[in-house]
């Protein structure tokens, strides 16, 4: 864990509480249920929501989101109004930690670097030739310091 150890405790504290993909996984959600002609337009206000400084003012821009394409994508607002506040827990963190909490998934990005590894080896002769290049793609990876 080294010098991540302590945002990591906190963040899995919080784990009950906090989507850790719950912006990607919910804009995708909702821009699904909006026909491709018209994403453009919404995802641009959609994210803005997320990128609004503090939890008042994202809160006053998802109301006037609601408002304004409430009743044309009704099936788009259910998808966003579902786990609502737990889109928006990030606020609860210092803000120069929010930009890593929004779009680091660290298991998600761990498993795309031993894959990157592995999908260059065509056969791996035995079990162990496989382990040991997963185990040493995974001892190889350094986390990068957050500024606080």
Same mark, same amino acid.
């Given at each position: @864990? /080294?010098? @991540?150890?302590? +945002?990591?405790?906190?963040?899995? %504290?919080?784990?009950?509480?906090?989507?850790?993909? /719950?912006? %990607?996984?919910?804009?995708?959600? =909702?821009?699904? !249920?909006?026909?491709?002609?018209?994403?453009? &337009?919404?995802?641009?206000? #959609?994210? /803005?929501?997320?990128?609004?400084? $503090?939890?008042?003012? !994202? =809160?006053?821009? #998802?109301?006037? +989101?609601?408002? *304004?394409?409430? *009743?044309?994508?009704?099936?788009?607002?259910?998808?966003?109004?579902?786990?609502?506040? *737990? $889109?928006? $827990? +990030?606020?609860?963190?210092?803000?120069? @930690?929010?930009?890593? @909490?929004?779009?680091?998934?660290?298991?998600? %990005?761990?498993?795309? #670097? =031993?894959?990157?590894? $592995?999908?260059?080896?065509? =056969?791996?002769?035995? &079990?162990?030739?496989?382990?040991?290049?997963?185990?040493?793609?995974?001892?190889?990876?350094?986390?990068?310091?957050?500024?606080?």
């Amino acid at each position: @864990m /080294g010098r @991540m150890g302590g +945002f990591l405790r906190s963040r899995n %504290s919080l784990r009950p509480r906090l989507v850790s993909a /719950g912006r %990607s996984h919910k804009q995708r959600n =909702v821009l699904h !249920a909006i026909p491709r002609r018209e994403r453009g &337009e919404v995802q641009a206000e #959609l994210v /803005g929501i997320w990128e609004q400084p $503090t939890k008042q003012e !994202a =809160v006053a821009q #998802l109301e006037a +989101f609601k408002a *304004k394409y409430g *009743k044309r994508y009704p099936e788009a607002l259910r998808s966003l109004a579902e786990q609502q506040e *737990k $889109t928006l $827990t +990030f606020y609860e963190f210092p803000a120069t @930690m929010h930009r890593h @909490m929004q779009t680091t998934n660290a298991i998600e %990005s761990l498993w795309s #670097l =031993v894959r990157q590894r $592995t999908d260059q080896i065509d =056969v791996f002769t035995t &079990e162990t030739s496989c382990l040991t290049i997963v185990w040493a793609t995974i001892q190889d990876i350094r986390l990068h310091k957050l500024s606080l």
